[in-house]
């Protein structure tokens, strides 16, 4: 069965500092991986996707994740963060064949501090 | 921004009573998702629909029930309240079951059950 494990629940960090969010997932078959993110007080906003092909997704905020098969991972970085940055990240699995479903992990608050 | 809205955005009510919360769509999407999002577990698939009258159970099913019967709305209802229902629900859309394709989420919903 799926499932997906975000290593962080909390992550605090000072503004213009790289950040890795930790993401490992599990499956016997071939996955599309997600990046979600929530703003406070929001729902959630699609930041970056791997379907197939480049290993290395980036998203047009300065965001990337690398989909790493053999290690199950697909970390998201960021090189400098920012003030809005602060957010909610989750990380999500499906399928196909699945009906389209989302398996999400338990999501990374990150905290970034002036 | 997709048209998702959820009704109401805050809700009060008691231990038993019944609780019937709105998802409105104006993309014309097939497919629609109920969630709840609670601390340390992302968020977790209640039901889905494939269509107008198509539902089926997700994950945490147990205590809840849909319905839906036109294309822009997906109720989810609460038949007797429980606190361990208290929780943030989400609605989410998409145009396909593809794993590939991204679901929008709707602004949400608190829950508070006393």
């Known amino acids: 069965a799926q499932s997906v494990t975000q290593l962080d629940s909390q992550v605090p960090v000072f503004e213009e500092a790289p950040v890795e969010l930790r993401c490992n997932y599990s499956?016997?078959?071939?996955?599309?991986l997600f990046w979600y993110v929530q703003y406070p007080n929001q729902g959630l906003q699609l930041l970056l996707k791997y379907l197939s092909g480049s290993t290395l997704v980036e998203s047009i905020n300065g965001f990337e994740a690398e989909f790493n098969k053999s290690q199950t991972s697909f970390h998201l970085r960021k090189p400098s963060v920012h003030i809005s940055d602060t957010a909610e990240y989750f990380c999500?699995?499906?399928?196909?064949?699945?009906?389209?479903?989302?398996?999400f992990g338990q999501g990374t608050e990150l905290s970034v501090k002036p | 921004d997709a048209g998702i809205t959820q009704s109401p955005r805050h809700k009060v009510t008691e231990t038993g009573t019944p609780v019937t919360l709105r998802c409105h769509q104006t993309?014309?999407?097939?497919?629609m998702y109920w969630y709840r999002q609670d601390p340390g577990h992302g968020l977790r698939l209640i039901h889905y629909?494939?269509?107008?009258?198509?539902?089926d159970k997700g994950e945490v099913s147990d205590g809840y029930s849909v319905s839906r019967s036109k294309t822009e709305d997906f109720l989810l209802t609460l038949e007797s309240a429980t606190s361990s229902q208290t929780s943030v629900y989400f609605c989410?859309?998409?145009?396909?079951?593809?794993?590939?394709?991204?679901?929008?989420f709707g602004p949400g919903t608190r829950l508070t059950v006393l």
């Open positions: 989410a859309i998409s145009e396909s079951t593809s794993g590939r394709t991204q679901q929008f």
């Open positions: 629909s494939y269509g107008v009258k198509d539902t």
């Open positions: 499956s016997s078959v071939s996955v599309y």
């Open positions: 999500a699995v499906s399928e196909n064949n699945q009906g389209g479903k989302l398996i």
């Open positions: 993309e014309n999407h097939r497919y």
